[in-house]
T-cell receptor, first 115, second 113 residues
Framework: GAVVSQHPSWVICKSGTSVKIECRSL??????MFWYRQFPKQSLMLMAT?????????EQGVEKDKFLINHASLTLSTLTVTSAHPEDSSFYIC???????????FGPGTRLTVL | GNSVTQMEGPVTLSEEAFLTINCTYT??????LFWYVQYPGEGLQLLLK?????DKGSNKGFEATYRKETTSFHLEKGSVQVSDSAVYFC????????????FGKGTKLSVKP
């Protein structure tokens, strides 16, 4: 299957700082990218859906001003957690979907720990 | 709303044992059902899927049958290997081919030699 990478794989930051997570589709063009978060022993919860060149669509309860998503190219989407707090500590996973396809390809995830 | 419930792990089996991971769902309409697998350090990979009632998805010796009458999609394998150790996620998608995926909590499987 197609490959999606995420960087960094893990990050520790201080409360109040901002953290950027990159998601790249390495061998296909992802017209749509999804961002999920996963708490320990919980399901993956969809945070937002972004289409290349458009503003992201956020799920109910997800603060769009806190979780900034940019999908400026067909191979790169970024998630920026602004003014991070300890409750933002989680596992963030992205996935990409090629135009006209019906299978998402997932990145390996990024572990964020906010101290 | 739509939801997925799967058995909690961890599940520990000996090599060549029979595996069942239960998954039930709640959905309106006719969802598509999926099993994803996540090996250590890697992203989720699609293991198998079924798009309508009574369909059987299969891959790498794993099987799951879409049972509408019991709203279930249990994952089975007749003889597990150490290399099957991973986290398994049941998921559904409603609302057309590009609808959102809704995941279960995941079940960690460890297979001992």
């Amino acid at each position: 299957g197609a490959v999606v990478s995420q960087h960094p794989s893990w990050v520790i930051c201080k409360s109040g700082t901002s953290v950027k997570i990159e998601c790249r589709s390495l061998d296909f063009q992802a017209t749509t990218m999804f961002w999920y978060r996963q708490f320990p022993k919980q399901s993956l919860m969809l945070m937002a859906t972004s289409n290349e060149g458009s503003k992201a669509t956020y799920e109910q309860g997800v603060e769009k001003d806190k979780f900034l998503i940019n999908h400026a190219s067909l191979t790169l989407s970024t998630l920026t957690v602004t003014s991070a707090h300890p409750e933002d500590s989680s596992f963030y996973i992205c996935s990409g979907l090629a135009g006209g396809a019906n299978e998402q390809f997932f990145g390996p995830g990024t572990r964020l720990t906010v101290l | 709303g739509n939801s997925v419930t799967q058995m909690e792990g961890p599940v520990t089996l000996s090599e060549e044992a029979f595996l069942t991971i239960n998954c039930t769902y709640t959905a309106t309409g006719y969802p598509s059902l999926f099993w994803y697998v996540q090996y250590p350090g890697e992203g989720l990979q699609l293991l198998l899927k079924a798009t309508k009632a009574d369909d059987k998805g299969s891959n790498k010796g794993f099987e799951a049958t879409y049972r509408k009458e019991t709203t279930s999609f249990h994952l089975e394998k007749g003889s597990v290997q150490v290399s099957d150790s991973a986290v398994y996620f049941c998921a559904l998608r409603g609302g057309g081919s590009q609808g959102n995926l809704i995941f279960g909590k995941g079940t960690k499987l460890s297979v001992k030699p």
